[in-house]
């Protein structure tokens, strides 16, 4: 196992190469793209850190960081909420209109096996999303205040950084654009505001979890 050091300049040419000789683990970092244990250090303001081996960003030391993610989960948080109550969908067919909602849409699956779907879809498209959202609030919320982390904080950050892979919104809204496509020939579709409360939840979630530099956050929870 080798370990690397990074510094303000991103590398150090610095090797070391016995495991007898690594450091304790609070003192590694793994890179997130090929798992190169790095040596870890203070980064100066708005300085990267890039592994050694395939030159991917392992930390970035932005003073105003967190703020900023805490800014964009609390409006992506703002966002789902308004996207599963206000009208998704109002479509127009043979003279019978109809308006419908997400939480609309997950009810409507209410039978036998369907009633699995239901749940599949209220999970990974609404409630993980939101867990995930929140546990992001609490964890960093009082450090942006300049207060202590509170208790559990990294217990929390971990349990959304678990969730992740499973908050699907970003496929949600790609599968629905997909299928008002094949339906615009068939129906009158009007695209209703939840539709761009989910296509804003879906850009913010994707700057957010660009922004976060998540060894800077286990610095700053410990």
């Given at each position: 196992?080798?370990?690397?050091?990074?510094t303000?300049?991103?590398?150090?040419?610095?090797?070391?190469?016995?495991?007898?000789?690594?450091?304790?683990?609070?003192?590694?970092?793994?890179?997130?793209?090929?798992?190169?244990?790095?040596?870890?250090?203070?980064?100066?303001?708005?300085?990267?850190?890039?592994?050694?081996?395939?030159?991917?960003?392992?930390?970035?030391?932005?003073?105003?960081a967190?703020?900023?993610?805490?800014?964009?989960?609390?409006?992506?948080?703002?966002?789902?909420?308004?996207?599963?109550?206000?009208?998704?969908?109002?479509?127009?067919?043979?003279?019978?209109?109809?308006?419908?909602?997400?939480?609309?849409?997950?009810?409507?699956?209410?039978?036998?096996?369907?009633?699995?779907?239901?749940?599949?879809?209220?999970?990974?498209?609404?409630?993980?999303?939101?867990?995930?959202?929140?546990?992001?609030?609490?964890?960093?919320?009082?450090?942006?205040?300049?207060?202590?982390?509170?208790?559990?904080?990294?217990?929390?950050f971990?349990?959304?950084?678990?969730?992740?892979?499973?908050?699907?919104?970003?496929?949600?809204?790609?599968?629905?654009?997909?299928?008002?496509?094949?339906?615009?020939?068939?129906?009158?579709?009007?695209?209703?505001?939840?539709?761009?409360?989910?296509?804003?939840?879906?850009?913010?979630?994707?700057l957010?979890?660009?922004?976060?530099?998540?060894?800077?956050?286990?610095?700053?929870?410990?």
């Open positions: 196992m080798h370990a690397q050091t990074f303000a300049n991103g590398l150090n040419p610095e090797d070391v190469v016995l495991p007898s000789d690594l450091p304790p683990l609070s003192q590694l970092v793994a890179c997130p793209h090929c798992d190169t244990l790095h040596r870890a250090s203070v980064l100066p303001e708005n300085v990267r850190a890039h592994c050694k081996r395939c030159g991917g960003v392992i930390a970035t030391e932005r003073p105003t967190l703020a900023t993610v805490l800014s964009l989960a609390i409006s992506a948080f703002i966002l789902m909420i308004a996207a599963v109550s206000f009208p998704f969908l109002e479509l127009d067919v043979a003279g019978h209109h109809n308006s419908i909602s997400v939480l609309q849409a997950i009810t409507v699956f209410n039978d036998g096996i369907a009633l699995l779907l239901a749940f599949a879809v209220a999970g990974f498209i609404v409630i993980l999303p939101l867990m995930r959202l929140s546990a992001i609030i609490y964890a960093i919320g009082p450090l942006v205040a300049g207060k202590t982390a509170r208790g559990h904080a990294k217990q929390a971990a349990f959304a950084e678990m969730l992740r892979p499973w908050s699907m919104a970003e496929i949600f809204i790609v599968g629905v654009t997909v299928a008002l496509v094949k339906v615009a020939g068939l129906a009158s579709v009007t695209i209703g505001p939840a539709f761009w409360a989910f296509t804003a939840l879906v850009v913010i979630t994707v957010k979890d660009t922004l976060i530099c998540r060894f800077s956050v286990w610095q700053a929870l410990e």
